[in-house]
């Protein structure tokens, strides 16, 4: 059974939940048909609802001040061994894969890491996250997954920043979030983390 974190209990310690070895691995799923039903015959030839590609993506500042981000965009998927020490594993352009997208953090290098920003965006489909029904889960190699809930809408934006997992000195703490930005470079403002953005696209 998952703990949920909400408004009201947003913040959960890996040190506290005896997590602290091993693979972080932060899962999205989501709805690949956006709630809408897909069309036969004739009318699917004028069906112009592709559904939602829905990215998983984080944002990452380390103790030595480093900075980086991963996502598909850019085809900047990290390295789980080696500096960055997190690694997104594909990217499901259509929601279809059993186990979505997943970002691996590798906890043995958890006094590395200063803070790391989960987001998702909408990469292609409309901005419609009541249809999308977004579900992060962060599972550890060891005791109960962590749930947040893309549950809280914002007409007509297309970046959700989900989680921040904090280094207070004393091991991460995650912390939910669950706002909604224009783009990577609105979220980037809101928590200051002061990298350059352009346009990106997938290969």
């Given at each position: 059974m998952a703990v949920t974190l909400t408004k009201s209990s947003p913040t959960v310690s890996l040190k506290k939940a005896d997590i602290s070895t091993g693979v972080l691995r932060v899962n999205l799923n989501w709805d690949q048909t956006g709630g809408a039903q897909k069309k036969t015959g004739w009318r699917s030839f004028f069906d112009t609802n592709t559904g939602i590609d829905l990215d998983l993506a984080a944002l990452i500042?380390?103790?030595?001040?480093e900075k980086g981000v991963i996502q598909a965009l850019g085809n900047s998927f990290g390295?789980?061994?080696?500096?960055?020490?997190?690694?997104?594993?594909?990217?499901d352009r259509t929601g279809?894969?059993?186990?979505?997208?997943?970002?691996?953090i590798n906890l043995a290098h958890q006094d590395d890491f200063k803070r790391i920003c989960i987001f998702t965006f909408i990469y292609q489909g409309a901005p419609s996250w009541d249809r999308a029904k977004g579900v992060v889960t962060l599972h550890p190699?060891?005791?109960q997954p962590i749930q947040i809930n893309i549950d809280?809408?914002?007409?007509?934006?297309?970046?959700?920043?989900?989680?921040?997992?904090?280094?207070?000195?004393n091991g991460l703490s995650i912390r939910r979030i669950v706002?909604?930005?224009?783009?990577?470079?609105?979220?980037?403002?809101r928590f200051g983390w002061g990298?350059?953005?352009?346009?990106?696209s997938k290969d």
């Open positions: 500042e380390m103790q030595n001040g390295d789980f061994d080696n500096y960055p020490y997190i690694k997104l594993d594909k990217d279809s894969s059993t186990d979505g997208e997943n970002i691996m190699a060891s005791g809280e809408y914002a007409s007509g934006k297309i970046l959700c920043g989900v989680a921040m997992l904090e280094n207070d000195g706002e909604y930005f224009n783009g990577h470079d609105e979220l980037d403002r990298m350059q953005w352009v346009a990106g």
